[in-house]
């Protein structure tokens, strides 16, 4: 049977049944008595105490710790919150020829996020292209392709606004949140590290920056080889991740793997999965309320090679908010991946 917290009335009745009890004749429920002032006291005293050991009793259990006690067990198995990373990509300047871009030039989007230029460049044949990285780190930083920058200092011979090139402005991520480090530190007692078992491979994975999820494939490409897919849900240009990422995961997953084990990392490819729906209400807010569950249906559901069933979209939308009725044709079947391929979220076509 649960422990019951007493309050403030049942611990100040407490507190006056004793004093009567202890001094016979007293009555200590006198609005004006000292001895009902000093129960009172008592009383609230008793519940600032039950308070700290209500607050202390979650503390000591994992999954009921909050931030800074949770941050606590998670070191003691050596597992650390995964600090937030800078977003950073390259932008093409444009301007009279010989004309430098000094290293440390700093650029801003128009909601006042700022980057700062790597190195020094030029302008060759009209355009440069500089390596920036965001100012501060998170998710905020990372920039579609073709946005606009603007400089915050005039540099003579350069346009005032520069343009991020081709692959966007990425790799910023925010720093781990607490349910993320919860389910890491929960993963580790509950499977042990076994020396190269296949949730080895996920936890080491899942240490790395920007990392959300990962999968393991055993003798993928032959006896005692080990291939290993992951995604950075988090990225705003895409989940996919880029070859400097893929390089960072096996290296680090290199330093930790069996010395017998052939470790491949290499990025899934992502197939989009496209929608056809006939809803009723055909409105903008149910619309997005369908896009959102069947976009938390393939980040529950994809995976490479895997495997999403049709009920399971029809589900998805059936149970967004304001849907009344649907009709689903595309896809008309499960959505089957072949080996390396991972769902992503497609367009949809309201009919």
Known sequence: MPFARPTLTQLQERTLADIEAGLPGADARLRRSNLNVLA?????????????????????????????????????????????????????????DTSIIPAGSEVTRSDGVAFTTDAQ???VAGTAAAAVTASEPG???DTAAASLLDLSTTIQGVAATATVAAGGLSGGGDTESDADLLARLLARIRQAPHGGADFDYIAWALEVAEVTRAWVFPNELGLGTVTVRFVVDNHAVSII??????????????????????????????????????????????????????TDLILREAAPGGTILL????????????ETDHVLTVPAANDVRAAGEIATMGVITWV
């Open 40 to 96: 009172a006291a008592a009383a609230a005293a008793g519940l600032g105490l039950y308070g700290y050991l209500d607050f202390i009793a979650k503390q000591v259990i994992v999954d009921t710790a909050e931030a800074e006690f949770l941050v606590r067990h998670a070191g003691v198995y050596t597992i650390a919150r995964k600090a937030a990373t800078f977003a950073a990509g390259s932008v093409t300047f444009t301007g009279v």
């Open 121 to 123: 460049v030029a302008i």
């Open 139 to 141: 998710k905020a930083g």
């Open 241 to 294: 991740p880029d070859a400097p990422k893929v390089a960072e995961l096996q290296a680090y997953i290199d330093a930790r793997r069996p010395v017998t084990a052939a470790v491949t990392v290499v990025a899934p490819v992502a197939v989009p999965l496209a929608f056809t729906i006939q809803l009723t209400p055909n409105t903008a807010e149910a619309q997005a309320a369908v896009l959102a569950e069947l």
């Open 311 to 322: 009920s399971h979209m029809r589900e998805a939308v059936s149970i967004a908010a304001g």
